[in-house]
C-alpha cells in the first residue's frame, strides 16, 4: 500500500485542499473557460488520430491515451468524495476508498472515450459567463457548446474548481443538455448499495462489473 500513500492522502485530503485554496485570496494563473477549452482540444486530439488511423484493435492504447490526457484535468477524489457521501466515507477503509477511486476513475475513462469515439467529429465552443459573481475558486462555471456533425446543438456545463497544487482548475462536475451527471453517479450508487445490502466492496464490485459491461469493445468498432 505504500506506493497508493499519495492517492490516499489526496482522497483524505480533497475536501481541506479545496478550503485552503479559497482562504487566501490570488489570481489563478490562468482562466477556467482558458483550461476548460485547452482539456477539451487535447482529448479531441486524441480522439482524432486514433478514429483516422486506429482500429478496434487499438482500443487499450486509446483509452489509456484519454486517461493520460484526463487525469490532470478530473477532480476525481473530490467527485468520488461527493458519489460515496460523507458518512459512507468515513466509515470505510482506506483500501476501499482506494480500490472504488480506481474503479471510478476507469469508468470515467471508459464513458468518455467510448462516447466521443461513437459521437464523431464535432466542435465545441466557449460561451460567455452567465453569472462571474457567482464563480469563485471552488466553484466556477464555464458554459459550452457543443456542436454535433449534423448541426446539433448540445449545451454543456462544467463545474471546474481550482487546484493550487496543479496550478490549474479540474473538472468537479457536468451537466449535459441538462443532465447533472454528478447527480446521475450518486443516484446509481446510492442505488447499488442499496441493492448489496449497504455491502460497500459489492457494490464496488457491481460498480465495476456494470461499466465494464456497458463500455465494451463493441464501443470502439
Do not use: C
Request: charged fraction near 25%; proline fraction near 3%; aromatic fraction near 10%.
Amino acid at each position: 500500500m505504500m506506493k497508493h500513500s499519495g492517492a490516499v492522502r489526496a482522497f483524505m485530503l480533497a475536501g481541506i485542499v479545496m478550503l485552503a485554496s479559497q482562504a487566501q485570496a490570488f489570481t489563478p494563473s490562468k482562466p477556467a473557460g482558458q483550461s476548460v477549452m485547452d482539456g477539451v482540444n487535447a482529448v479531441l486530439e486524441v480522439v482524432k488520430k486514433h478514429s483516422e488511423h486506429g482500429s478496434a484493435g487499438d482500443r487499450e492504447a486509446y483509452l489509456e491515451e484519454v486517461g493520460e490526457v484526463l487525469d490532470p484535468l478530473i477532480g476525481y477524489t473530490v467527485i468520488v468524495s461527493r458519489i460515496m457521501g460523507r458518512e459512507l466515507l468515513e466509515s470505510s477503509t482506506q483500501e476501499q476508498k482506494l480500490r472504488f477511486l480506481e474503479v471510478f476513475k476507469r469508468s470515467m475513462i471508459n464513458t468518455y472515450a467510448g462516447g466521443l469515439y461513437n459521437f464523431g467529429s464535432f466542435e465545441v465552443e466557449l460561451l460567455p459567463s452567465e453569472n462571474d459573481s457567482e464563480n469563485t475558486v471552488r466553484n466556477t462555471r464555464v458554459n459550452l457548446n457543443v456542436v454535433s456533425p449534423d448541426g446539433q446543438e448540445y449545451p454543456m456545463i462544467q463545474s471546474v474548481y481550482y487546484s493550487r497544487e496543479a496550478d490549474d482548475w479540474r473538472m468537479q462536475n457536468v451537466i449535459v443538455n441538462g443532465v447533472n451527471l454528478g447527480v446521475t453517479f450518486k443516484s446509481q450508487f446510492d442505488q447499488i448499495y442499496r441493492d448489496t445490502g449497504g455491502d460497500l466492496d459489492a457494490t464496488i464490485d457491481e460498480w465495476e462489473r456494470t461499466t465494464a459491461e456497458t463500455f465494451d469493445e463493441e464501443q470502439f468498432q
